[in-house]
C-alpha cells in the first residue's frame, strides 16, 4: 500500500471519515477515490444549503407535498413538515455518495419533549421511505439533542430498530448516559456552537479531552455506542483526535486536509497518550443525572448545552419561513 501523502490520507489510517455537508458535491467530489462513510446535517447546514440556487428544485417540490402531508400528520405543521421533506430530499441525494448513515437532526423545539422527538424521527424514516422505496432505511440516523428527555428518545427509538446519534454533547455524564441507552453515536462537540455563527469568537474549554475519555469508557464496558466528534474548526484539532472510532468534518477542513503533505503531521494524537479511564457511572433516577449533569464542568456543559439549542431552534424557525419565499 502506498503511504500517505496527505493528511485526509493520514486520517483514514486510524479513523472513519464522515462529510458535515449537505452539499453532494462535496461528498462527490472531495470523496474521491475513497467515500466517506457517513453524512452527518443539522438545521444549521440545512439552512446554508436549501439558500443556494441549485435547491430552487427541492424547495419547490417539498412545499406541495408537505400540504398534501398535513392531512396524514394533522398535529404537525405544514412547515415542519416542509423543512423535514427538504432535509431528506438533501440527504438522499448525499447517500448515492457515501457509504454508511446519513443522519437527520431532530425539530430542536422537541428537545425537552421525549414523545414529540421520538414521532418527530419515526416521520423522518417514513419521508425517506415516501420519497424513494428503494432506499434502504436502516441507513438513517436521527441526531437528537443530548437532553434528558432527548436520551430517553434515544433509547425507544434503539429499542425499536432506529439509529440515533446523541449530539450537542460535553460532558462525560451525557455520554455515559448515550452509551447505557444504546445511541449508535454520540458527537461530542469539540467546540461550543457559537464559534460557527461569532466571528472572531474562541472556545477556550475545548472537549479534546472528552473524546478520549469517552471512547475509553465505552472500550472498557463493552458499549457499542461510538464517539464522533463534531464542531472542529481547525486541521490541528482534527489530527489531534486521529484514533477516534468516527470524525465529521465540514468542506472547508476537508479541503485544508487534503493540501496538506503528510509530513506535516507532526504532533502526537490524544490517543496516543496515558489517560485514565474514567470511573463507569450510575445514575438511579432522573433527578440524580440532571444534578450531576449540571454539576458537571461547574455549569460549563449545560450552559454550551442551552446555547446549542437556541442557536438550533433559531435555524429551524428560518428553515420554515422558507415555505413562504
Given at each position: 500500500m502506498a503511504p500517505p501523502q496527505n493528511l485526509l490520507e493520514v486520517l483514514r489510517e486510524r479513523t472513519i471519515v464522515d462529510c458535515d455537508t449537505m452539499d453532494a458535491d462535496v461528498a462527490e467530489n472531495i470523496g474521491k477515490p475513497v467515500q466517506f462513510a457517513d453524512c452527518?446535517?443539522?438545521?444549521?447546514?440545512?439552512?446554508?444549503?436549501?439558500?443556494?440556487?441549485?435547491?430552487?428544485?427541492?424547495?419547490?417540490?417539498?412545499?406541495?407535498?408537505?400540504?398534501?402531508?398535513g392531512s396524514k400528520y394533522p398535529n404537525t405543521p405544514v412547515k415542519e413538515l416542509f423543512v423535514e421533506i427538504s432535509m431528506v430530499k438533501l440527504q438522499l441525494e448525499i447517500s448515492k455518495h457515501v457509504t454508511g448513515f446519513v443522519h437527520v437532526q431532530t425539530n430542536p423545539y422537541y428537545s425537552y419533549d421525549t414523545v414529540k422527538t421520538v414521532k418527530n424521527a419515526e416521520r423522518i424514516v417514513e419521508h425517506f421511505k415516501l420519497l424513494d422505496n428503494t432506499f434502504d432505511p436502516s441507513r438513517v440516523c436521527i441526531k437528537i439533542p443530548s437532553t434528558w428527555e432527548g436520551l430517553e428518545a434515544c433509547r425507544l427509538l434503539e429499542s425499536s430498530g432506529i439509529a440515533t446519534l446523541a449530539t450537542t454533547l460535553f460532558t462525560i455524564e451525557q455520554a455515559?448516559?448515550?452509551?447505557?441507552?444504546?445511541?449508535?453515536?454520540?458527537?461530542?462537540?469539540?467546540?461550543?456552537?457559537?464559534?460557527?455563527?461569532?466571528?472572531?469568537?474562541?472556545?477556550?474549554?475545548?472537549?479534546?479531552?472528552?473524546?478520549?475519555?469517552?471512547?475509553?469508557?465505552?472500550?472498557?464496558?463493552?458499549?457499542?455506542?461510538?464517539?464522533?466528534?463534531?464542531?472542529?474548526?481547525?486541521?490541528?484539532?482534527?489530527?489531534?483526535?486521529?484514533?477516534?472510532?468516527?470524525?465529521?468534518?465540514?468542506?472547508?477542513?476537508?479541503?485544508?486536509?487534503?493540501?496538506?503533505?503528510?509530513s506535516e503531521k507532526t504532533k502526537a494524537s490524544l490517543f496516543d497518550g496515558e489517560i485514565e479511564v474514567p470511573p463507569m457511572l450510575s445514575f438511579t433516577n432522573e433527578a440524580e443525572y440532571r444534578i450531576a449533569f449540571t454539576l458537571s464542568g461547574k455549569g460549563e456543559g449545560e450552559r454550551k448545552l442551552t446555547q446549542a439549542i437556541n442557536i438550533f431552534c433559531e435555524m429551524q424557525t428560518k428553515l420554515e419561513a422558507m415555505m413562504n419565499q
Open positions: 452527518t446535517s443539522n438545521q444549521a447546514i440545512a439552512y446554508f444549503e436549501l439558500q443556494k440556487p441549485k435547491h430552487k428544485t427541492t424547495l419547490r417540490e417539498s412545499r406541495p407535498l408537505a400540504t398534501a402531508l455515559w448516559m448515550a452509551g447505557d441507552v444504546g445511541c449508535e453515536y454520540i458527537a461530542p462537540y469539540v467546540n461550543e456552537l457559537k464559534v460557527h455563527f461569532e466571528e472572531g469568537f474562541v472556545d477556550r474549554n475545548k472537549s479534546m479531552d472528552l473524546c478520549v475519555h469517552a471512547h475509553r469508557l465505552y472500550s472498557a464496558n463493552k458499549v457499542k455506542t461510538k464517539v464522533l466528534p463534531a464542531s472542529l474548526t481547525s486541521i490541528d484539532e482534527i489530527m489531534a483526535l486521529d484514533g477516534v472510532d468516527h470524525i465529521t468534518i465540514s468542506p472547508q477542513l476537508l479541503q485544508e486536509l487534503v493540501r496538506t503533505p503528510a
